[in-house]
């Protein structure tokens, strides 16, 4: 079984910056496609980013720019730099695991879920 832990999460200002961080465990974190969600209250959880497992990566047209995705396979690790944060950032951000490998930003086809970091930033 795959399990998949956040961290990284807080409070910020609007313009700081901050690190997810998405630790793997139970599978074969090297070969799946790796993505990053978020739901705001109120709101559908929506696609943030996604990365292949050759490192190919996607963006929502919101965070282009703003937000980098990687990952470290050595340590079953995939992060989320997220820099010059709004206030509409604000959300619970979730990491999601691809068995299958497509790039994809559609929910239904990730296989495994974290619990969710909150992110909140304050204007």
């Known amino acids: 079984q795959v399990q998949l832990v956040e961290s990284g999460g807080g409070l910020v200002q609007a313009g700081g910056s901050l690190r997810l961080s998405c630790a793997a465990s139970?599978?074969?974190?090297?070969?799946?496609?790796m993505g990053w969600f978020r739901q705001a209250p109120g709101k559908e959880r929506e696609f943030v980013a996604v990365i292949t497992w050759i490192r190919n990566t996607n963006y929502v047209d919101s965070v282009k720019g703003r937000f980098t995705i990687s990952r470290d396979n050595a340590k079953n690790t995939m992060y989320l730099q997220m820099n010059s944060l709004k206030h509409e950032d604000t959300a619970v951000y979730y990491c999601?695991?691809?068995?299958?490998?497509?790039?994809?930003?559609?929910?239904?086809?990730?296989?495994?879920w974290g619990q969710g970091t909150q992110v909140t930033v304050s204007s």
């Open positions: 999601a695991a691809n068995r299958r490998g497509l790039i994809s930003a559609t929910i239904g086809e990730y296989d495994y």
């Open positions: 139970g599978g074969t974190f090297s070969s799946y496609t």
